[in-house]
């Protein structure tokens, strides 16, 4: 803010929250901060704030969604004799010349930032005016964590087999880290493909549309980057403060390590993953990866949030791999290749509970239970059989 706002800028601040931004904005400097929010209880407590600093003169609090503000239009208050400024709503006197706001979500698109700083742009903003952040990239990771896979996978207890457990395995949802109390740099993870740059965003001409919002999704094609089972996709933003991108903030867990704040305001998005030659099983297949072999990752927006999922693995070839591994692999290929399992999640997840219904209702004999155990290819060299943790429907579900 230091190094955009002059003297005679007009701030608009979406948002307001404690009103913070609105008073940097203050203090660097504006001529004056317009501070948009739409929650009640959250207007009055930044009011409070920013009279207790003594900044009210140059801030002006507006209660309302940013959508519904306009720029108040002088020539239609002039024709109004009465002085009624009928249904304009709630109005700022100009158009800003600087928009600062921290609308971000554990997603970037999380609170809708490319939709309200699309409008703003359009109605509330001038032609030049400067934009704080002024880009930002959503990015995505499959990772490998024996943590993860212990504290979602079930395996057995004092000498009990319960593998058959891991057919509540979610990998359809995508879940908030910071709801479960867990910092993903503690989860002791690898990442096992490069980053997947699902969108990226400039904040000065972009809107949602630049995420993948196709109905079906985008397909990101990642190699890996070592040998070993994949447990989830993870999800992590950059946004930069400026359009020299000096400053930037980054939700990337490796950048977010002994940040307690930054974890538990934002933290990271994560689903689980698993093979899609197992999709349409009742039990999850553990994705088992080479180093430099490929996979597609379909990435899909509903417009705030997102949904991951492997579609298609590629046959991983070498020269010495005989004739018949290389036909197995043509084999995985043609099974696991998008349109063939075009299913979306919802429907796997149908999909799947219309197979558990099959599987599950009639009381299966020990045999059927056994083969279907020894069916499951769960990769759980890393779950030590201990007996000393019970299982608690936390620890067996994602
Ligand atoms: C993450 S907080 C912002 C924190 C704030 N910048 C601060 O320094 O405390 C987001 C706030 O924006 C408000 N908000 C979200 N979208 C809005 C919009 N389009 N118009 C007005 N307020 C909005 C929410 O009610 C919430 O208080």
Known sequence: MKKLITPNDIVLDIGAGSGLLSMLAAKAGAKHVYSIEASNAFATIAKKIIDTNGLGKQITIIKDMSTHVTV???KKRKRNKKGRNRKQGRTIPQKATVLVAELLGTLLNGESTLRYYQDARQRLLTKNAKIIPASGAQYAVLI??????????????HGLDLRYFNTFRDSVSLLFTKHYGVCMNTLNYKEMTEHITVYEADLYKDGPEVQPMNERGRIYTVTALEDGSVQAIVFFWTVWMDKEKQYKISTNPKDTIGNLPRNMNWGQAVQLVEDPAGWTHPEPKILHLRKGQKVDVKIISDGVSLRARVVRVYPQMSAKEPEEKKAEATATQVSTQ???????PEEKSQSRKARKSVDLTPTPSTNTIQNDINKLDIDDSSVKPSGAEPMTSESSQS
Not at 338 to 344: H, I, K, R, V, Y
């Open 72 to 74: 108040k239009d002088n």
């Open 144 to 157: 490998n964590s024996d943590m993860l896979h212990k504290i979602t996978s079930s395996k057995s207890y």
């Open 338 to 344: 998008p349109e063939a399992t075009a299913t979306q």
